[in-house]
């Protein structure tokens, strides 16, 4: 018996011209709040951990929209909205991104 979960998990979806514009949307917005995290944050470990979990944020972000092809809804302002609200907590608060995390 097939499993329709494992099938659409494991399978290619090739992303649909909506799909592109999508992704390049939330890479884009994805990188902004790196570069932000990189220019808030010291180097170290943790400044690394942040950087690989946004990007497994992004990944996963990519799949829920590459096997959930039916449900896919751009909706720009939601996150411009997203976006805007990070970047008016950093702009409130001299620590920047580490009240943000909580440090």
């Known amino acids: ?8 998990r494991f399978n290619y979806h090739a992303p649909s011209n909506e799909q592109i514009v999508i992704y390049t949307n939330l890479r884009n917005d994805f990188k902004q709040l790196a570069y932000i995290i990189e220019s808030n944050t010291p180097k170290s470990r943790e400044q690394s951990l942040a950087l690989t979990k946004l990007e497994e944020a992004l990944m996963w972000a990519n ?7 039916g449900n896919v809804i751009q909706n720009k302002n939601a996150e411009d909205s997203l976006i805007k609200h990070i970047l008016d907590i950093i702009a409130k608060n001299e620590n920047g991104i580490k009240d943000m995390i909580g440090r």
């Open 63 to 69: 799949a829920a929209i590459a096997r959930n092809e």
């Open 1 to 8: 018996m097939i499993n329709q979960d494992l099938e659409n």
